[in-house]
């Protein structure tokens, strides 16, 4: 009933029947293309957007999304847009299901209208980055901010491209004026750590975590980020003191991992929680967690016994996800 509705331009009716549909959570592949098409023809554009949201989220087939796409850009065209805004709604269309390269042609016409709009200029880097053509991503969040000094967007992405590259040193002081913007984001402030660590800048790492700790008051992730950065400094006093902390603020968690119900925490902390010292004596380990050539320098000097290489290897294993990735966020990035 609802597709006949839309046939005969009855978008009320449609986005009435389609709500109550999706209310009721019925065949979402079918109602959210119907309800979103029904708002665009309508010209509401700020009452899509969840829906869109949602229906990007579906596992959605490539003819689904082709059928979706061909719709809505028909749609699109025949609403009464300027160049400017069909280029931008149809490159922000393209973004969403991740086709990057279509979409920079209809940002770049869109540029042409509106040559020093930052949102547009920001879409684009934000698709260069996202096609790893990092230079000229780098490059576009630059030119925002020669026009916008104090743009958080591209500051942001312009600190996550110095890290992903290892310009650590850069990173840091780009990511300190992200966090001058707008301090709100704990991403943000957890790659600002890292880039602090990767620069050997431990004791602002440490101050740093506790400032994230003060916005964010004892969020697990921060807690164990300072948790490792003390071990690593074989500050042990602190390491307990951290640990402890993660005792009290998220038992469940402590108790979930000793069940073996998740992989949060690490026997480092759970040993600091009962014993007050490290699982794994770190001169065994040459603090293999931040240093992984010295790692490997082990297993090809052959420097340790069987038992130590067996304790290492499971360590190892425990810090994987089930793609083989490591789940520490701090100090692991790709290299």
């Not at 991403?187 to 440490?206: L, P, V």
């Not at 400094?233 to 640990?243: F, G, Q, R, T």
């Not at 469940?252 to 991992?257: A, G, K, M, S």
Request: with cysteine.
């Amino acid at each position: 009933m609802a597709y006949d509705f839309y046939e005969n331009k009855d978008y009320d009716n449609t986005i009435r029947i389609c709500l109550d549909l999706y209310d009721k959570n019925i065949k979402l592949d079918k109602v959210l293309p119907l309800l979103i098409y029904s708002y665009l023809s309508k010209g509401e554009f700020y009452n899509i957007y969840d829906y869109f949201e949602k229906y990007a989220q579906l596992n959605l087939k490539k003819v689904d999304i082709d059928k979706f796409q061909e719709e809505s850009f028909s749609i699109y065209d025949n609403l009464d847009l300027n160049d400017f805004a069909l280029n931008l709604y149809k490159a922000q269309f393209l973004i969403k299901f991740e086709r990057f390269s279509e979409a920079l042609n209809y940002l770049d016409k869109a540029i042409i209208e509106n040559p020093n709009n930052t949102d547009v200029l920001n879409l684009k880097g934000f698709t260069l980055l996202k096609l790893k053509r990092y230079k000229k991503s780098y490059d576009i969040f630059n030119r925002v901010i020669s026009i916008d000094e104090i743009n958080y967007n591209a500051w942001k992405f312009k600190s996550q491209i110095l890290f992903v590259n290892d310009y650590d040193k850069k990173a840091m002081d780009a990511f300190f004026k992200v966090l001058s913007i707008n301090n709100s984001e704990l991403f943000i402030w957890r790659e600002y750590i890292s880039s602090c660590i990767f620069s050997k800048e431990y004791e602002k790492a440490i101050v740093e975590c506790k400032r994230a700790l003060e916005i964010f008051p004892d969020n697990l992730d921060l807690l164990i980020d300072l948790f490792e950065i003390y071990l690593f400094l074989d500050d042990y006093d602190n390491s307990k003191i951290i640990a402890d902390k993660i005792a009290d603020c998220h038992p469940d968690t402590v108790d979930e991992y000793l069940e073996g119900k998740n992989k949060i925490l690490n026997d480092d902390i759970l040993s600091f929680i009962i014993d007050s010292k490290p699982y794994i004596k770190k001169d065994s380990l040459d603090k293999f967690i931040l240093d992984d050539v010295s790692f490997e320098n082990h297993f090809e000097n052959n420097q340790l016994n069987d038992d130590e290489m067996d304790d290492i290897i499971t360590k190892v294993l425990d810090s994987l996800d089930d793609e083989g990735n490591s789940i520490k966020f701090l100090f692991k990035k790709d290299r």
